[in-house]
């Protein structure tokens, strides 16, 4: 399993644009997430190998930043956020409720591997708090209620 030609070249582009091999690092393995769900382990080596950094300062950097995923993950990732403003405004309401429709917890994906859940401390939603984000281009919604999960999740979590 290798690296799309497409993407080799935007991690090379990336490079050049950040000023060099370690600053393009952490942008690198985002654009991996981005195109694969997650970072798998020839992957990282694979982009650490065109930056001409080591596999362990990937892996540092890799490792250092909790949404940069290191095992496959679901189709969905769903970012619930239990910050203080979303606390305040019934998170733990709408923690329950995805948890009870999903049946997983945090940290868990459905069987199906459909949906992967993860609590996060702020996703920079307080003015529409409850909030989270859900999938891969990371869209913000809220405020959620416990009624509104369903319209979120889509007919196919049903």
């Known amino acids: 399993m290798s690296l799309s030609k ?3 070249s935007a991690i090379t582009e990336a490079m050049e ?3 060099g ?12 997430q981005q195109e694969h769900g997650w970072v798998c382990d020839a ?3 694979e982009a650490a190998a065109l930056l001409g950094v080591t596999t362990a300062e990937m892996e ?3 490792t250092f930043y909790s949404l940069i995923f290191r095992q496959p993950v679901g189709e969905k990732v769903i970012l ?12 733990e309401d709408v923690r329950d409720a995805v948890m009870k429709r999903l049946g997983i917890g945090f940290g868990q994906t459905t069987p199906d591997g459909k949906y992967t859940l993860i609590n996060i401390c702020c996703v920079g939603g307080c003015d529409h ?3 989270g984000v859900i999938g891969r281009n990371r869209k913000l919604v809220g405020p959620l209620t416990p009624d509104t999960i369903d319209q979120i999740l889509g007919e196919d979590a049903k």
């Open 21 to 32: 091999p370690r600053a393009a690092m952490l942008e690198s393995l985002r654009m991996i």
């Open 129 to 131: 708090a409850p909030a």
């Open 6 to 8: 497409k993407l080799r």
């Open 60 to 62: 540092d950097v890799a």
């Open 80 to 91: 619930l956020c239990d910050g203080a403003s979303c606390y305040l405004n019934g998170a």
């Open 17 to 19: 644009h950040h000023g």
């Open 43 to 45: 992957h990282l080596e």
